[in-house]
């Protein structure tokens, strides 16, 4: 049996001269390059002690070295467990805690704090890699060969754990197998037209499923090539339209991209396709984009546990509001929330997906896993929406209440846990409003205890360092009581409303 994933990414190869990977100001890589580096990579973790479905947690900024150490674990038959810079100390002992990894690969910055968790958790080996390539991991390159013998991994195989957000409990871990990657990199190539002429211009981050697996993995699957900024800036991006064709970005790339001078139909006239996901795409959004540039941004749908679900069509009408059909060899259907049974098209329900995409299910959750899936095999989506005639799905809100901001999960009941340890406050209620720039605003609803002086600034001074900065409130809000139904729960419905246009300009 080969490597399920990797065989698949291998037989899709241009010739080794071919650049894989520009780094803006660094050397370039050629999938010659990726071959041999990620051969040594794979043995040198390998080495480490990371055997066949030990996880490999990392913790590191984006660089192309972070790249090579996924596809070097997708190799070594290693499940790959990207985590977000921004989490702090007391989040990453969760993951860690939880994941069980067998390597832990960090930023040279934060190697201490980390050793005093891996020790806590038994962990057997840390190493760092840094950003412009240094770092313990690169050093141990330098002992070991570019051949390696690819370890074999069936379809069903875990190739990844992401760690999403809920409204209750802790994150859980996505259990990615080889052919959820596989199957929706095809699918995405063939519904986006990749070919080895295309350059993707490739501003995400690589710890989400939109920077890592669907840029990643489709440019792979296609041969094509990447232009790796380490963040996205509107001048550069512009800057370096005329060398690409393909922009993936959030809806907050497209305002900001709007808001700079530069931008018009004489710079992106080399650009086939924008494409637009993580979060909603605001109509207006949409309509200004295409009268300033003459293009369509093509917006699309998907979940970490499910990778990209709908796309509007490539050729086809682009309707803003929108997700588009499902994408080819995956099932989408709305159900009666109360019923389970499938409504008409137009009709307002859940959104329920079944298809190779579709994750193997929670780590170590069984029975969370057990109950987001229908008998059928349908996975329960948690988002509202409908299918109209046409087959385009439209989302209309989320049965939960996870908040977006920035193409980012953020769960509003890890917030309030921490902001109900402050002294002083009584309660707190966190929800996400209409936001231009970051799609959604984290904001916080708290309730203080009689005669006490606490203000905005004092509860976010007292949330720094407890939680990553996009998990922290832009806006805090006082009130003498939280809304509340008759059976005692906290209405946010009410909370959303009443504090929509806090962000408005």
Request: net charge negative; aromatic share 8%; hydrophobic share 45%.
């Amino acid at each position: 049996m080969a490597n399920h994933l990797f065989g698949s990414i291998r037989q899709a190869m241009p010739e080794p001269e071919k650049i894989f990977i520009d780094p803006v100001g660094r050397r370039r890589l050629t999938y010659g390059d990726l071959l041999g580096w990620s051969g040594r990579m794979a043995n040198a973790i390998v080495a480490r002690g990371v055997k066949p479905g030990d996880r490999v947690a990392v913790q590191v900024e984006k660089s192309v070295e972070a790249i090579v150490l996924y596809i070097a674990c997708v190799r070594a038959g290693a499940v790959f467990v990207p985590l977000n810079p921004a989490y702090t100390l007391v989040e990453l002992d969760y993951f860690i805690a939880d994941s069980e990894p067998a390597l832990i690969v960090v930023s040279p910055d934060n190697a201490t704090g980390i050793e005093a968790i891996a020790l806590a958790h038994s962990v057997r080996a840390v190493d760092t890699l840094g950003v412009d390539g240094t770092g313990t991991l690169m050093e141990r390159l330098d002992h070991h060969k570019a051949v390696f013998a690819d370890v074999a991994r069936g379809p069903d195989d875990l190739a990844a754990i992401l760690y999403t957000s809920g409204t209750t409990g802790r994150s859980k871990g996505a259990m990615i197998t080889h052919e959820n990657l596989a199957s929706n990199a095809r699918a995405l190539v063939e519904a986006w037209r990749f070919t080895r002429d295309d350059v993707l211009i490739h501003a995400l981050p690589i710890f989400h499923t939109h920077g890592l697996f669907v840029a990643i993995n489709t440019v792979l699957f296609s041969g094509a090539a990447i232009i790796f900024l380490p963040r996205f800036d509107a001048g550069e991006v512009i800057h370096l339209m005329p060398r690409a064709t393909v922009l993936m970005g959030v809806p907050t790339f497209y305002v900001r991209l709007l808001a700079h001078a530069g931008l018009n139909r004489d710079v992106v006239r080399h650009i086939r396709l924008f494409v637009s996901g993580s979060a909603p795409l605001l109509p207006e959004t949409f309509r200004a984009f295409a009268e300033r540039t003459g293009q369509i941004i093509l917006e699309r749908y998907g979940m970490t546990e499910t990778n990209m679900i709908t796309s509007n069509p490539y050729d086809r009408p682009r309707v803003a509001g929108t997700v588009g059909p499902a994408l080819p060899g995956i099932s989408v259907r709305v159900v009666d929330r109360d019923t389970a049974m499938p409504v008409e098209p137009g009709t307002i329900g859940m959104i329920e997906v079944k298809g190779p995409n579709v994750f193997k299910g929670y780590w170590r959750m069984p029975e969370k896993t057990e109950a987001e899936f229908r008998p059928d095999g349908y996975f329960v989506t948690g988002d509202l929406g409908l299918i109209d005639r046409a087959g385009y799905v439209q989302i209309v809100g989320r049965d939960k209440d996870l908040v977006i901001s920035g193409g980012l999960n953020v769960y509003p009941k890890e917030v309030e846990t921490e902001i109900d340890q402050i002294p002083g406050v009584v309660e707190s209620a966190v929800i996400g409003v209409p936001h231009p720039d970051f799609g959604e605003g984290v904001t916080a609803v708290v309730v203080r205890a009689p005669a006490v002086l606490l203000d905005e600034a004092a509860v976010l001074d007292a949330l720094e360092g407890r939680l990553a900065r996009f998990k922290q409130p832009k806006r805090v809000f006082f009130v003498e009581d939280l809304p509340r139904n008759a059976m005692g729960k906290v209405q946010k419905a009410v909370l959303r409303d009443t504090y929509k246009a806090i962000y408005e300009v």
